[in-house]
């Protein structure tokens, strides 16, 4: 191989054109522990909370305690080539994410790394994981409704855009479901939406990217997985990096719905990385912080003014419960920094209604203001009719001699809680929710017999959307129940009756 003379002089004389003499300088220090993902270093004496701090291996790390002479290191990775004497440099960056466009439709780790296979993610931005929270004068009161498609959530316990908004209950009650079903109601609302998993196993996740796939969700969905084979800082990490992913799309008016799945995983991933880095323990041995941890998260939900990007953020985290005890330290303090809370009971989700909403104990401390004026009408007479129902089942079961007037409520009950049971992944539109309802509480279902209320209202939807297409269209438009909706309401109800008598 020879070398060209012209060759040597222009390699020189780029050399000399890119030639600077500047000095850089950067604050190195050395390993003195390693182990269970948690590093302990010395010489870093200008390190700030949060910071990355980078291994000699490539590895990452975010800087926790800053003590006097040492600095503890939660590893965001693998710690087996990190020795005791390995050098660490401070970056000067605090943890960020690639945010934007181009992660929609992705699945990434906690540090936003594709891990779906689908090659790289080239990302035009970055945000911080850890955000102040929008301020009182930025926000602006919750007004358009979420709808999730789930017709005992929307009439009873409805979510506005800009919400926070509980998800609680026993494991395997059908938490997770609620979530995925109101991401994939949000097909052409306008509405992205981020899945965090905390903790979760990998075939669990696998299972809802597939849902979501066969459903069409992906193509405005990203999904944020902390496995339960993942890091402590990993999980610790990832609801922040869903939530940073989220606010991107805020600050640019658009509307975002993140699902945190599950928070409890969540809060027992900081007490893991508490306890390594030698911090006092409180109650359940959880840290004094673990309320703040929570707080700061979920106060970055939001529906912001104009002004300031015109967007939101509505969250829906989940917390599962041992027994159904919401009094333990974890549900108590995520149910007193949200607005309002869904909980599902395990006695009903056995007894097969599902979803297994318990009327009583949830609530909606917002999202009442959202609700469309035709729902509105209608579900201040369901959720008192329901309830009274709940009521009068515990006593009719003792006795057996009741009079008419009982015997009428126990019945409309029972229709209501047929009315109110929904298969997974098919969420309802509003109007079509509005047509059942109505017709269950004014006792139109009355002559129908309870076993057949389901096969009826499958085939009253399709009346409706075949042969009374303007009850939908009037609902859609209006938002409101007019004198003339409702007449349409009650021919629409009386002619499939009598069809699905001939059918049956």
Do not use: W
């Amino acid at each position: 191989m020879q070398l060209k003379s012209d060759e040597i002089a222009g390699i020189i004389k780029r050399q000399i054109k890119n030639y600077s003499d500047k000095t850089v300088e950067t604050e190195t220090g050395h390993v003195i522990e390693v182990g269970d993902g948690i590093a302990k270093a010395t010489g870093l004496e200008n390190c700030m909370s949060n910071e990355l701090i980078e291994f000699e291996n490539g590895e990452m790390a975010m800087a926790m305690n800053l003590d006097e002479e040492t600095v503890s290191l939660c590893v965001l990775g693998s710690d087996k080539g990190i020795r005791e004497g390995s050098t660490v440099k401070r970056t000067g960056r605090v943890v960020e994410v690639g945010v934007g466009e181009e992660l929609i439709g992705r699945v990434v780790d906690a540090l936003g790394k594709p891990i779906d296979g689908k090659g790289d993610i080239n990302t035009s931005h970055t945000r911080p994981i850890e955000c102040k929270a929008p301020g009182i004068i930025e926000r602006k009161a919750v007004s358009v409704p979420l709808q999730t498609g789930i017709k005992a959530i929307d009439s009873m316990i409805p979510i506005g855009r800009g919400q926070r908004e509980l998800i609680i209950g026993d494991r395997q009650t059908g938490k997770t479901v609620i979530a995925t079903d109101t991401i994939i109601n949000q097909r052409g609302q306008g509405v992205i939406c981020i899945y965090v998993a905390i903790g979760q196993k990998s075939s669990t996740v696998a299972n809802i990217v597939d849902t979501f796939e066969k459903n069409g969700a992906m193509d405005y969905t990203i999904v944020v997985s902390a496995t339960a084979s993942d890091s402590a800082p990993l999980q610790y990490i990832a609801p922040y990096s869903g939530c940073a992913m989220a606010e991107y799309f805020m600050y640019q008016g658009k509307d975002v719905l993140i699902v945190y799945d599950d928070l409890s995983k969540h809060a027992v991933a900081y007490r893991a990385m508490s306890l390594l880095i030698r911090r006092p323990p409180g109650r359940e041995a959880y840290p004094g912080d673990v309320f703040y941890l929570h707080s700061r998260l979920l106060e970055r939900a939001a529906r912001i003014s104009p002004e300031a990007g015109g967007g939101s953020i509505t969250a829906l985290p989940i917390i599962e419960t041992q027994e159904g005890d919401v009094s333990a330290y974890i549900p108590t303090n995520v149910i007193s920094i949200t607005d309002g809370q869904i909980f599902l009971e395990t006695e009903l989700f056995h007894s097969g209604v599902m979803p297994a909403v318990n009327p009583g104990i949830s609530v909606s401390r917002v999202g009442g203001n959202a609700q469309i004026k035709a729902m509105k009408k209608i579900s201040s007479t369901l959720k008192l009719m329901y309830s009274q129902y709940r009521e009068l089942a515990s006593f009719a079961q003792f006795g057996s001699d009741l009079d008419d007037d009982t015997k009428t409520r126990l019945a409309q009950g029972e229709r209501i809680v047929e009315i109110l049971k929904q298969d997974r992944n098919k969420p309802v539109p509003v109007e079509l929710q509005v047509v059942i309802i109505y017709a269950c509480v004014n006792d139109l279902l009355m002559d129908v017999d309870v076993e057949k209320i389901a096969g009826f209202e499958e085939f009253l939807f399709e009346n409706v959307r075949n042969n009374y297409a303007d009850i939908i269209k009037n609902i859609s438009e209006t938002k409101e129940l007019s004198k003339e909706t409702e007449e349409r309401i009650k021919e629409a109800v009386s002619d499939s009756k009598k069809k699905f008598a001939a059918v049956r």
